[in-house]
């Protein structure tokens, strides 16, 4: 039982190049998140989907699409990346308790 | 919109002592949860809080759900070297409770010295 997991965990891009974070949860949860963590902000909520095929904006979700085609899969796509857009990315499942993955480190260049 | 306001921001302490950090909201929540998060790593859940008035222990750690559902409180005892991480707490409010969204606090470091 691997709880939730995130690939890859770090990454470099140029601006303006596009790459998509993959968030896997092996717990049957239907709810999943997407957030971003930058130094004095916490955790911010990009994107969530309470379930397959579904999904909806939190509260930073300009610069980011997901898809959740899969019920253990939830994935973030940034089309043209931007300097702003430098952060650790953490995925999280919930049933009730959200339990998160170990992150993803983007820096775009 | 509703905020979480953690405090302290920060805290420096000598090891085996006690360590208190809250959360106060103006919004009423269902759910209380604290989180720790260590360097390079997802945050943790560490305590779940359900019911106004509730307190729960796990280990060295015990947190209460205030009874005016508004603000919640974390103390760890006896403090040692591995507490040293950001504690973050989160809450739930009844509006979010069929998308299991969490409004997070803006988390205290806590640094122990040996």
């Known amino acids: 039982n691997a709880g939730v997991t995130q690939t890859p965990k770090f990454r470099v891009l140029k601006t303006g190049q596009s790459m998509t974070l993959l968030c896997a949860q092996d717990?049957?949860?239907?709810?999943m998140y997407w957030y971003r963590q930058d130094p004095g902000m916490g955790l911010r909520l990009i994107h969530y989907?309470?379930?397959?095929?579904?999904?909806a904006k939190g509260e930073v979700p300009d610069g980011y699409n997901v898809s959740r085609l899969k019920k253990q899969n939830f994935l973030l796509g940034l089309e043209s990346a931007a300097p702003s857009q430098t952060s650790v990315y953490f995925c999280?499942?919930?049933?009730?308790?959200?339990?998160f993955g170990p992150g993803t480190r983007l820096t775009v260049l | 919109g509703q905020q979480l306001n953690q405090s302290p921001q920060s805290m420096f302490i000598q090891e085996g002592e006690d360590v208190s950090m809250n959360c106060t909201s103006s919004?009423?929540?269902?759910?209380w949860l604290w989180y720790k998060q260590d360097p390079g790593e997802g945050p943790v859940l560490l305590i779940a809080?359900?019911?106004?008035?509730e307190l729960t222990s796990n280990g060295r750690l015990t947190a209460q759900f205030g009874i005016t559902r508004k603000d919640s409180f974390l103390n760890i005892s006896a403090s040692i070297p591995s507490d040293v991480g950001i504690y973050f707490c989160a809450a739930r409010g009844v509006g979010s409770s069929n998308t299991g969204k969490l409004i997070f606090g803006q988390g205290t470091t806590l640094q122990v010295k040996p």
């Open positions: 919004s009423i929540f269902n759910t």
């Open positions: 989907s309470v379930g397959e095929g579904t999904t």
């Open positions: 999280a499942s919930s049933d009730n308790e959200q339990f």
């Open positions: 717990m049957n949860h239907e709810y």
């Open positions: 809080l359900y019911k106004a008035g």
